[in-house]
């Protein structure tokens, strides 16, 4: 039941950007867009979230379009341990009667050197 | 900078052993959850607390037990293993209090679990 649609898989060349994109187009106004990554045999980390405007870490930014069905999650320079499984999640402001996560089946991003 | 701490990484039981999996977090955080990873499932929700001394069911709780008296320790005991639940499980952790949606949940690297 992901609320979301990410594509299967996308190669980017080392010390480019990458750029992951995510459709959530029956997403609510109270409804956070969320990032996490798994990298392989380690549990799921956190990046980025973000509820309407654009938001930035020592991570990568988060960009979400203006009507908030789509967004795009920007590694600005992407390194060979940034090959991951990418997750684009939406969550309730208040998180739901258990307050789960909803991973669907993400991105593989593989970096090429 | 521990974070979400597990042990054991890997473990192999034989069906009907029991085993408790450990999971510490030392961030304070009040909501801690149980996950199992099984490929082409996605993570499930096995059990949930929102603060010590308070547990509930998540989506797959047959087979799993839970406590938490402390803030910072939620294991999971496994009563009588079987090989349906060999599975890679993880432990997360959040803050509570305000809009849960807005915490990010931190999760640890996972128990390895085979059940011959």
């Known amino acids: 039941d992901a609320k979301t649609t990410q594509p299967p898989s996308m190669d980017c060349a080392e010390g480019r950007a990458a750029n992951l994109p995510c459709n959530h187009s029956?997403?609510?106004?109270?409804?956070?867009v969320y990032w996490y990554r798994q990298i392989h045999s380690q549990g799921p980390q956190y990046i980025i979230h973000g509820l309407k405007n654009n938001e930035t870490n020592e991570m990568a930014s988060l960009i979400i379009t203006e009507d908030r069905k789509s967004s795009t999650l920007i590694l600005p320079h992407a390194t060979l341990r940034d090959t991951a499984v990418y997750y684009c999640i939406v969550r309730p402001a208040d998180g739901g009667a258990t307050n789960k996560l909803i991973f669907g089946t993400g991105t593989l991003l593989a970096v090429q050197p | 900078n521990a974070g979400v701490t597990q042990t054991p990484k890997f473990q192999v039981l034989k069906t009907g052993q029991s085993m408790t999996l450990q999971c510490a977090q030392d961030m304070n955080h009040e909501y801690m959850s149980w996950y199992r990873q099984d490929p082409g499932m996605g993570l499930r929700l096995i059990h949930y607390s929102v603060g010590a001394g308070i547990t509930d069911q998540g989506e797959v709780p047959n087979g799993y037990n839970v406590s938490r008296s402390t803030t910072e320790d939620f294991p999971l005991r496994l009563l009588s293993a079987a090989p349906s639940q060999t599975s890679v499980y993880f432990c997360?952790?959040?803050?509570?209090?305000?809009?849960?949606?807005?915490?990010?949940?931190?999760f640890g690297d996972g128990t390895r679990l085979s059940i011959l």
């Open positions: 029956t997403i609510s106004g109270n409804e956070y």
């Open positions: 997360a952790s959040s803050p509570a209090g305000g809009l849960l949606g807005n915490q990010p949940q931190h």
